[in-house]
């Protein structure tokens, strides 16, 4: 699923990106917490690959680093992502939170917690990392 998710980031396929989600998509960092419906993700994740393109981003990839299952099929799960550009140079990297749970469609993201990728767009001084 992930190695997937990670794909279409890559690719900037919106839609790809968004059918690994149940909605509301939640968010959780820096204390704070927002939902998003599907429209209002669409977009969100349009003006993303917008801003990965603008930064050079050809790749992604996502790695499992720990998978915690929880109650009510739901399971946390922390991958570690990298963003490289066309000769596979690494452009960004973090860790990110997830949780998944089982769906009638299948696993999907419920939730993201994405406060180390926030901090690392900061770092390298993009507007991203002000939310």
Not at 4 to 26: L, Q, S, T
Request: overall charge negative; glycine content about 12%; aromatic content about 12%.
């Amino acid at each position: 699923m992930f190695d997937d998710y990670a794909e279409a980031f890559g690719r900037g396929d919106v839609a790809r990106i968004c059918g690994h989600w149940a909605y509301p998509a939640y968010f959780a960092a820096r204390g704070r917490r927002t939902a998003l419906d599907e429209p209002a993700f669409r977009a969100n994740a349009e003006a993303l690959c917008r801003f990965y393109t603008a930064r050079g981003v050809a790749g992604a990839a996502k790695r499992v680093l720990a998978l915690e299952p929880l109650i009510g099929g739901l399971a946390f799960v922390r991958t570690a992502d990298c963003l490289s550009d066309p000769d596979g140079t690494e452009l960004a990297g973090w860790e990110h939170g997830y949780l998944v749970g089982e769906t009638a469609a299948g696993l999907r993201i419920v939730m993201a917690m994405p406060e180390e990728e926030l901090d690392c767009w900061q770092r390298l001084g993009t507007p991203l990392g002000a939310w």
